[in-house]
């Protein structure tokens, strides 16, 4: 394992995530017990069971009493405490990013779409919907209201080549940003773009960032709740 000063069983939590993540242990294998985890690493029981039990809450283990530990099937994540590419975040899975443009146009601003822009009402904004797949299931449907005075060359873009993060990182490098979460139901169309089925629930992020004191954009991320878990940690 590695010489990192981090506790014994941060280090074996490491070890077996690293195991996942590689593709050695794959979804469904019953991983080592702990008898033979303890004599292949070199650290106690105890030390094992936390790790284990750490590493089930987070998802990434099955226990079975009496049966064994598996590899669960992770869900995707999003960063939740982060303002990430969706294309980076798929492709760091080993996976395919691609995306389907439904709206690229400019418009005037509503009331709310104003408030949220911090513009004036009627003024011009720009607005997109994208729906983005990962080895062709939708997993993100993409509603985003741009500011023209931070991004004016947003509708010259090709979103089939690029993402609106990575364009809008480059015109008006992102300084702060905030997200609020909520459990939705997706209206009719929602559902046909994301081929959810009837009931399905869906996780809704309402982001909005900053480049100095201008508000960049203001968008909304419906994610199918079960293709998709949000994720974030913290130091105290």
């Known amino acids: 394992m590695s010489d990192s000063p981090a506790p ?41 069971n936390r790790a284990l039990r750490e590493l089930t809450s987070e998802g990434y283990l099955l226990r079975m009493q009496g049966v064994g530990t598996f ?70 449907l993409e509603d985003r209201c741009v500011n023209p005075l931070t991004a004016p060359d947003y509708l010259a873009q090709d979103f089939s080549q690029i993402t609106p993060y990575f364009y809008l990182t480059q015109a008006a490098p992102l300084t702060a940003g905030e997200h609020r979460v909520e459990a939705v139901c ?7 773009l994301l081929q959810l089925a009837d009931n399905e629930p869906c996780l809704l992020i309402h982001r909005r960032t900053w480049f100095g004191k201008l508000v960049v954009t203001s968008a909304r991320l419906l994610y199918p709740g079960t293709r998709y878990q949000l994720f974030g940690s913290f130091i105290a």
């Open 71 to 140: 590899v669960a099937e992770l869900k995707p994540q999003t960063a939740m405490l982060e303002v990430r590419n969706i294309a980076d975040e798929i492709a760091a899975r080993g996976h395919r990013h691609s995306s389907r443009l439904l709206e690229l146009t400019a418009r005037a601003a509503t009331g709310e779409e104003a408030l949220s822009l911090g513009i004036q009402p009627g003024q011009r904004l720009f607005h997109s919907m994208i729906v983005h797949y990962e080895n062709d299931i939708a997993v993100q």
């Open 8 to 48: 014994i069983y941060q280090r074996v939590k490491q070890a077996i995530v690293q195991q996942i993540r590689s593709g050695t242990w794959i979804p469904h294998q019953r991983i080592p017990s702990e008898s033979e985890l303890v004599a292949e690493l070199s650290v106690s029981r105890m030390t094992i």
């Open 186 to 192: 997706a209206s009719a169309r929602e559902r046909e």
